[in-house]
């Protein structure tokens, strides 16, 4: 296939998931926003299409008419509109439009592109539906965080449905990994977002790092050691953290008739002790470490040791803040604010979890989040 | 018709009116709950279904099956429920169960319902079932301001309907009312709540009252003539209240291109100046008066009055918090819980509004509100 | 003695108990605002001088230079000035100017006030001082209560000494008090403030009320019982604010190795059985009257059987609203913000308490505070 | 000298500059704490005693009595204590121990640490009472920046005396510093804190660095551009934090008259343009950096530069979080806490101020602060 049949087919195949993962869920599931970092599926649905809508069709497709003219502020995650209107939006509370006319908007948006592509775009224009792609794959990722999240607030605890499940990893034990100047960052061949380029060197001291990741019935040790309730084992953050919000288990994890369950999107589940630990914030990762007497990967030591380990199954804190690389060059326009503007106060994340789209992970590539989020697809190992 | 048949019908025309009053919604909008007062329509229905299951279905009728075991957890608003439970609910973010599910529970609470009225139960039970009828009315006028809340707060201001607009009334000047003792409360005839019960008598001095309510365009003119403004007019309470909430004018009206709209049931509209002015709280009926150099009626004054005025319209601020009336006594067991508890911090409204059901209003009934309250259907009248 | 002599006198007396009163503090005391409604000592003392300066000397004594331009800005608590200011004051973070400072303010305006109530001044001004002076003398007693709070904040509880500690009640049970139509409010002989005005009958039914207040060692019995633990016993906004504030005990009180013991002016002392309670809020009072079978007097009641009680120990919670008596009307201009602007969301309470300075209390009196309030000196009295 | 003596001295020098920064005060000034980060004087002075008793007197100095058994409770920063306590303290409420208790505390401190001094303490004591000396004078520094805040926060602005003003900086452009690999971090010879140690290699690429700071006037430049007004020049949580805080000008600066001045520890005065911008916060730093096309320095690209620059006026704002060097190692026990549990959400400065004590400053020093925070001597300069 030629690059742009590619294209077409992966637009294609992307719009259809979107929608394959809402699937499951009853039309009020849609609605509510539980807590600011979680938005409502219905959102994530009308902000995808409206990100071709805003800079594929319009900038681009001679003639396109908008779907809605208010859909453009509504499904804008990126600007203060300029002010004529009369209410500002507050997704968890915007009931309209109902889900079938986002789903309308979503079907006329996606019909739109596929005639437009059908109508051999520059490459200029490809690299921005290229960008789109990846947009609405991140969202998706997002997607299945938020109808965790939602789902996971009910009461009655509702069973979603299987598809994002953890699998047992096979013990490795440690694997060392010698120093030097490595390489790290994308070159750019093949998509990669702009946090990832200025590929350079980085001088790394030999290290040995665990292959697997931290398991639920390791960090039930920690909380069964006390772990939750030494300070000594904890960021003076992360202490006034998990005080404040009364923090003493991974999210999701229930104490229920003296056994230990957890919440899972196959529904309300003993805990097996044998998974990987998720739903971690930095905070807890950095305590566990501590109180095993190791360490948390630097992201240029995950991504130097990135080819030995086992990895894909959840995303991994470092102990690295999101900084810019060097010689970092944020894109002009609206989509120079994807990346750049989010670098303060958060860290980064390596690898990828179960809910990450195929096709959508590579070892460069730097997810991040608040040191305290845990709703997250979120584990980590350690280093010796 | 015996008062057993009455009471069939009655109960019978009242759960119908709850789900007509909902027809017109789209399911998402039964969702969400935009601010703390409010409640979202499915935990109405659910609600006042609950009612008759827990104070009539499960005492009174033998062999009674619950629809649903976590139903009495998710739609009570009476007791915190003693702990066994994992999870509390948020009624904004409970998008489970689904309103289909709801609309089945209430299907089969009312069919228990008129079986067991079938079966000739006691007075005492007919009383409770009274009780329920009522209080399931009250939420029908609650779901009206709950709907009007959520759709007004909406960027896109949604239509709902007719049927709950108001009418400009025939301009009458004010009334005199002659001093003396005056019977206030409900002797007990027909249905009353506990909280009117106790007619006393009470000493009133003669007053000259408005026979109509303030409007739109006389309340416009206390806006313009800085009323918004001026420390002078205000109780300090509320003038904390509306800088602190930026308040400039009733709930519902927004400035467009120079032009005064409101968000009412039908739409966004042009304001009408000759309509009562509605949506007001009680700290701005408060500064009207004092602008205008006259005061509030006492909800006293008001009873004593009622009969010379015109009213139904909407509910009327009066100048009297809310207090047990001499020799008040709470009923026992939950149903105690229906009105003292709340006598603190409250102001009394009389009247009615269009939102009342039929049959629902008299002039003995004390409604009550916090003075910041405005989504209610609320509007005042003078005294000189 | 002459009208004026007499006046002349109790100003002078008056300057100076405001002093004495802080006499035993060391100066860092006066500075901090432990809470909102707690204002630091220095700032009583500037304000009390300001009121003189800002409603008598100012406006009437023709060349009277201002102490310092900037004191009516920091010392003023009613208007907010018009805008020229850099900062605005936060009475908790006024370090400046220093007491020593403050008090040379007040010497200087006592001095200025004395010349000028030597010089005959009009009777219009007269009645100005006498407001002026009991106004000092309200906040002579908010004093104590603040001093109090400051002091009794201190980890290390720093004895403050003698003079408002309170006797034990001889018992003497319940009176009864007939029916009947009573006058209530003040006829305007001897001062009075405005919202005692407006001496009007009102008809009250018979009722049996406690000559004494209830003591610590009943509320103990009460907390013994599990009263704080009780819904049934609460208000339902009591409720909420002893649960969220995590209440369970009245102010002050503080259980120690087993036993309770309570802060007062004279120290860290074993809680005295005998004692009426104390720095009980009104949710508290009523939940104990509500645990008891009784109920809490209304200002009319109590203003009805006043020469029958053992009172003036305590302010008294009354189950009244501050409101407005027929007729009220307040004084034009500032003084006018005196009382009516307070008129919404409080509770009255009559009598007086041993913090109450010489010739302030009278049966009339209204002083009024919110429900939740508990640093003032309140107690309370049941009705059978 | 011998090394004891040295010791001794600086000892003796650092007590006494602590009271010297601390006497143009008045007592009032002593007590307040205006926000969270700010400490009183007093607890400063109480605090850095405290160290010196509970670190270096009680574990070492046979028969040391405690000068207050409360004291420990009071000043100490580092745990949460045990829980006999009745009452936390509040550092800003607490008036007792007054200001002349504190200053004997430390008079008897210091005097009971000189005679220890005098009998030839290990080297192991004499490492933990120079750790406790730099940790006075970092405490010196803190107590300038609060003192500033204190007074700064007076609406009338009190003149606290000379000595830590700025001066006007000889213009010398950009110098060019060439790319390679940096020793990076402290050896080890003479003092420096745990978070400096572990010296490393880095690789930087060559860059060209200011020599000078950021004026004022080239700030005014960029807030007359609109900066803070165009969300493009912003980090999105700087953005949100400029808006929430309603901040459109460095701390300090006010608009009076339609002209620029600032408060400084010598009064309010004009604003001089010529001398560095101070009291910004990273944000703002971020931002001008943008505006003006170029970047701010890493703490690896000012450490090998700074041999070329002129510092010391002002700690300089890097755009590096404050992260563990590699084999960073914690102290063991209390003084363990010092650095570590603080490398989260923080950035990292460098330099100096002139609030720095003298001998305090060196360039391998990493001072941190979280990027809003603006009470601190701060200034920036630019990267091309």
Redesign the interface.
Known sequence: MSNKKVLQEQFFQTRKRSEEICAPL???????Q?MVDVSPP?WHLGHTTWFFEAFVLEPYSKGYRLYHD?FA??FNSYY?NAGE??????R????????REVMAYRAYVTGQMLDFLGKNPDQEVLDVIEIGINHEQQHQELLVYDIKY??G??????VYGKGFSLSQEEKRGFVKVGGG?YKIGAEGEGFCYDNELGQ????I?PFEIAVNLVTNGEFLEFMEAGGYKD?NY??????DYINKENITAPLYW?K?KGEWYSYTLEGFEMLDLSLPVQHVS??EA?AYAEWKGMRLPTEFEWEAAADKLNWGQLWEWT???Y??Y??FEKAPGALGEYNG?????QNVLRGASVATPKGHSRKTYRNFFH?SCRWHFSGFRLIK
Chains 1, 2, 3, 4 share one sequence.
Not at 153 to 158: E, G, K, R, S, T
């Open positions: 009853e039309i009020e599931d849609y609605v509510p539980p219905k208010d502020y509504l203060n209107r009369v209410l500002r939006p507050n968890g509370l915007m009931s309209r439009p109902p889900v939602i789902l607030n009910q009461p009655i605890f509702p100047l350079h060197e980085v001088l001291r300070f904890w960021l003076s953050e992360g202490w229930h229920h930095f905070y950095y102990y690295s803040a900084l810019p060097p010689g503007k989010f670098m303060s106060n040191a």
